[in-house]
């Protein structure tokens, strides 16, 4: 299983179920370091290597990563500034056949390998540790983490002393939180994971897996196939947007509910003007948007209303985030809604419910339980509380990403999906990878309009 993105309780949990259905712990790490060992291998290409060993088990990897790329012809350097704290690093460090440096002792070199402190990592990264960080991953020319870049709190992402950028990171026997969160995602580097055989059963939380998006059913009219209502309201240009991305994202049938004049609007959208409560009772809508360009005045508030009382699933972005509160969702159905926050918007919302949490991760599960909504918690580290439970993470997305109008085509390619599939947790995932490969597609420094241009051709890439 690759999918599981574990705690490190979890991960502990997972380590002592290997060890008691009679797998070692020196296996594992053998498993471990040698499997890191050949991404190492063929990252080195023949160059050096200084290998950094800690106290604890990450130390232990180094030692048997040392010995691997030693036997293998790679000239290897290991420095470990402290002996070995467990008993089986200790037998690791005993079966590296090279020398060992309390320091570095050159202050240049080529690969770096850091196993200073994996999950382990229980405090800040101070005194000799941190200098010999500073000293080692500036100077060399690629660094490789293994398991987490040490300094990393697995659990959170975040850094506990000095932050350093590496190249590659290799994840030992299962993802941690800490491989989708900033701001450790951000200096990890490329990600890699390395099995080691353990057993994990049901994940709660997990990696978003590459989904497969179908074509229409043989027998399927324009509103058989989804039938999307963006709700418009002050500005024109956000809700056009995110019509745009539902149009070439697999709805049938869009239809913009706007009392402005789109004189920029393709001929196939469908623009509607006048009361909002009428046009949203039509049983054939499969999905409702609303947020985008929707102002935050008393119309607005109105139709938000309107939408949260249609009974049609619905995708909340935007201003409507900012007008959400307990008041309103009373008469809604929160298991039919998605909504889909970035960092200022989670913040309100948290506000809003009374959730204390500070951390993006805990925000997001916090709003989900105190609301009963699936939550996107949009980003660089986007993920997902669905309703029903458990986390979803993503790959690294483009940084493009971050352009004025990404999030409308994100919403609206969202209320696409949901209109076809009827799934909120489906449809958001769909619509997030749609969205990245859309963005791969429409090459660096796109506009929003470009992006939504090349959602049909991402689309293709899940058929
Ligand atoms: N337990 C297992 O079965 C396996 C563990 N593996 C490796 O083991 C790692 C976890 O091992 P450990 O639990 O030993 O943890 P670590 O190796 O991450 O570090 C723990 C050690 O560092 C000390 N320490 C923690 N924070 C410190 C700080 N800021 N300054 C100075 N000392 C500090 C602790 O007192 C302890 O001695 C994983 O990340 C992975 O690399 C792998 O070998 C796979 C198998
Ligand atoms: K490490």
Known sequence: ?????????????????????????????????????????????????????GPGNNGGDGYVIAETLQRRGLTVTVVAPVEPASETARRARDGFSGEIAKTLVSSSGEVLVDCLFGYGLSRKVEGEFAKLLELACPSHSIRIAIDVPSGIFADSGEWLGASHRYDHTLALGAWKRAHFLMPARADMGNTRLVPIGLDLKDPAERLSERPRIHPPEPDSQKYTRGLVAVVAGEMPGAPLLSSLAAMHAGAGYVKLFSDHSHPDAPAELVIEDGALGEALDDERIGAVLIGPGLGRGSEARDRLRAALNSGHNLVLDADALHLLDRAMLDGADPAKMVVTPHDGELAKLCETFDITATDKRDRAIGLRDATGLTVLAKGPDTLLAPAQGGVVYFPQGSSWLSVAGSGDVLAGMIAARLAVTGDAVGATQEAVWLHQEASRLAGPSFTAGQLADAVRAALALFL
Not at 1 to 16: N, Y
Not at 22 to 48: C, F, K, P
């Open 1 to 53: 299983m690759t999918d599981h993105v574990l705690s490190v309780e979890e991960m502990r949990a997972a380590e002592r179920a290997a060890m008691d259905s009679g797998v070692s712990e020196w296996q594992l790490m053998q498993r471990a370091g040698g499997g890191a060992a050949d991404w190492i291998w063929r990252i080195a290409a023949g160059r050096a290597v200084t290998v950094l060993c």
